[in-house]
């Protein structure tokens, strides 16, 4: 699991043997996925790792708000141990069977007695069969405990989540990288009622017919949208753009599918639920007859991570082919968006929306300079768009369970300054080192015929409704009530350069 820049705590020592220390915020990680079906890709997880380094990955469960897994290290061992012990027993019964099975092919007759003896007692055979027999039960009771040990590990360690990049700050507060962009307004005291300021997407979208809430909710619930007119247009003229840059930047573009098997989801790290148990995923209701000849249980994707992740599963990567780079757009499905009561207004947090993304297959050496070139993908488009924005490098406390290393990108959001000061997330990328591969099994093969694991990378190139509100706001005109629309766009908006109210 090496980078050329270092896990904490990993690539130059091992942590000493100190008292774990967790952040103000702790939570554990979501409940279990259902039970893995036959069809998944088995998973590789790096046990010797974990039984080897048990005070680093406790400490990075801590760090990264994994309260509930950060015994699972001391628990692998103690497991471990059972099975080694297991082992040793297992080893002396198969030699004393091995030794009953040598003593039956020195006998010559089928009474048990060697022909050249005949004073050979005629029940030995029977005896030395009867205690095979119980030694043959006793092996395989002992299989069996060993299997399911070894099958608790491996749940414990696929419940731990990724290491922790040496650039990560620890904790939960953010490093500012950089700025994009100028801001466009003066300080917050300036706002009256009727500046822009003070105006969010919803009232823009409101006065210039762009989007209907309400006709969503009666036909949809709560968190679903229509976009319309100008709006309609601003989106498709947004994937277009991403993709032609990202395409214009060496990936090649895919239509993913939005249903994925719900053990894909879970081995890129999305778990069905939350810390909380709230529900994170939409999974698809099966048949009681489906059910019960056990067909995988399907998921609307959240993100085209998955499926792109789960396209090389179970599959084998020539190292000399990757990078492998692919963009493509999708509906996407948030089950939990605007569950805890934040930004439940507007287009900022939804169940359902557009977004395209960049995700790549790499070898380890090369996933730094991959990671830095999707942030700069990333930072083109949104620089173009004119959109005032702010680099990340994100916190321990904010990293899921798949990246090792994350950058988000906030736009500034006129009608947000009551949250974060205006700011807002719009794009995200992380390394996810192995974790994906390994629980896909998807391998690479070296020119020297070595089998190893390729590192994927992933990035945001846009979420529309996110990047089409912080449009709509730094776009707005209040005095000619219309929205300026980017230059970049113009080759997809039909000759539209600024959307206004509708005549007639």
Same mark, same amino acid.
């Given at each position: ?11 130059? =020592? ?25 069809? /998944? ?21 801590? @760090? ?18 059972? !099975? ?31 022909? #050249? ?30 299997? +399911?040990?070894? &099958? ?52 823009? /979208?409101?006065?210039? @017919? ?11 619930? !709560? ?8 709006? *309609?247009?601003?989106?498709? /003229? ?52 489906? +059910? ?22 179970? #599959? ?8 492998? =780079? ?34 790549? !297959? ?35 406390? @904010? ?11 906030? /736009? ?7 949250? +974060?000061?205006? %700011? ?12 994906? &591969?390994?629980?896909? *099994? ?10 190893? %694991? ?14 089409? +509100? ?5 776009? %707005? ?12 766009? !113009?080759? %997809? ?12």
């Amino acid at each position: 699991m090496a980078l050329n820049r270092p896990i904490r705590g990993f690539s130059s =020592r091992i942590l000493p043997h100190t008292r774990l220390q967790s952040p103000k915020r702790l939570s554990s990680s979501s409940t279990s996925p259902p039970p893995r079906p036959s069809i /998944a890709p088995k998973p590789n997880i790096d046990i010797k790792h974990i039984r080897q380094n048990p005070e680093l990955h406790a400490q990075n469960c801590l @760090d990264r708000n994994y309260g509930a897994q950060a015994s699972h290290p001391l628990k692998i061992i103690a497991l471990f141990d059972e !099975w080694k012990a297991l082992q040793l027993q297992g080893r002396a019964l198969r030699e004393k069977n091995n030794s009953l099975r040598t003593k039956l092919s020195h006998s010559k007759t089928f009474s048990g007695r060697d022909v #050249a003896d005949e004073s050979a007692p005629t029940e030995d055979k029977a005896t030395i069969l009867e205690e095979a027999r119980v030694l043959k039960q006793q092996i395989g009771e002992i299989e069996t405990q060993e299997e +399911a040990l070894t &099958t608790t590990i491996d749940d414990l360690a696929l419940e731990l989540p990724n290491l922790t990049s040496a650039e990560t700050p620890i904790g939960d507060t953010p490093r500012l990288i950089e700025y994009i962009n100028e801001h466009p307004d003066p300080p917050p005291s300036s706002a009256s009622p009727a500046s822009p300021l003070s105006r969010s997407h919803v009232h823009i /979208a409101s006065a210039l @017919d762009l989007i209907d809430f309400s006709a969503a909710a009666l036909t949809s619930g !709560w968190g679903f949208y229509y976009l319309k007119n100008g709006a *309609a247009l601003l989106e498709h /003229a947004l994937v277009s753009y991403a993709l032609s840059t990202a395409m214009a930047h060496g990936f090649t573009p895919i239509t993913p599918p939005s249903l994925t098997y719900s053990h894909i989801s879970t081995a890129c790290g999305f778990r069905p639920r939350d810390a909380g148990g709230e529900q994170q995923v939409y999974s698809i209701a099966q048949s009681a007859a489906d +059910a019960h000849k056990g067909k995988p249980e399907l998921s609307l994707a959240g993100t085209a991570e998955i499926p792109f992740a789960g396209m090389h599963a179970a #599959a084998e990567l020539d190292a000399a082919e990757l990078p492998l =780079r692919v963009v493509g757009a999708s509906r996407c499905y948030r089950a939990e968006a605007g569950g805890r009561g934040v930004d439940t207004k507007g287009l900022y947090r939804v169940h359902e929306f557009t977004k395209v993304e960049m995700f790549a !297959w790499t070898r380890p050496t090369d996933a730094p300079a991959l990671f830095d070139a999707v942030v700069a993908v990333q930072m083109h488009i949104l620089r173009e768009l004119g959109l005032h924005c702010r680099v990340l490098e994100q916190p321990s406390a @904010d990293l899921g369970a798949s990246a090792v290393r994350k950058r988000d990108i906030e /736009a500034f959001f006129p009608g947000r300054r009551e949250r +974060a000061g205006g %700011w807002g997330e719009v794009t995200s990328a992380s390394i996810c080192t192995d974790y994906q &591969t390994r629980r896909l *099994a998807t391998r690479m093969r070296g020119a020297d015929g070595r089998l190893g %694991w390729p590192y994927t990378v992933n990035g945001t190139a846009v979420a529309v409704p996110r990047v089409l +509100a912080a449009l709509l706001e730094n776009g %707005w005109d209040e005095e000619r009530e219309c929205v300026r629309v980017p230059e970049c766009l !113009w080759p %997809w908006m039909h000759g539209v350069r600024e959307i206004g109210k509708r005549r007639g």
